[in-house]
């Protein structure tokens, strides 16, 4: 089974900048998704990008501020995440995409293999 790794969470002020990284052994065979959890909020999908990075997908909200892509040769998934509010407080978590209700989404439902997350806070 994979287990991903979650990083590159912290505090940032609005406006800023963060990037996230997710990594695991043989993650480049898969379709990759963030997913994020906000107090008192349920899952929400942010960003899913396929086994070769040619298709990304990005929730309404974030469109045009991150921007999901990855590195196979390490392994890695990347968010970059710019312009970020206040509302973008959650725990990040990655996880493999399982199924695809919508190609067009990422919900949460659809992934599986859910890394530990990482705390991602926007405030001044």
């Known amino acids: 089974q994979l287990q991903l790794v979650e990083s590159g969470g912290g505090l940032v002020q609005p406006g800023g900048s963060l990037r996230l990284s997710c990594a695991a052994s043989?993650?480049?065979?898969?379709?990759v998704g963030w997913l994020r959890q906000a107090p008192g909020k349920e899952r929400e999908g942010v960003s899913c990008?396929?086994?070769?990075?040619?298709?990304?997908n990005y929730a309404d909200s974030v469109k045009g501020r991150f921007t999901i892509s990855r590195d196979n040769a390490k392994n890695t998934v990347y968010l970059q995440m710019n312009n970020l509010k206040p509302e973008d407080t959650a725990v990040y978590y990655c996880?493999?995409?399982?199924?695809?209700?919508?190609?067009?989404?990422?919900?949460?439902?659809?992934?599986?293999?859910w890394g530990q997350g990482t705390q991602v806070t926007v405030s001044s």
């Open positions: 996880a493999i995409r399982t199924s695809y209700s919508n190609i067009l989404e990422c919900p949460p439902a659809d992934f599986g293999s």
């Open positions: 043989g993650l480049d065979y898969y379709a």
């Open positions: 990008i396929n086994n070769s990075g040619v298709m990304t």
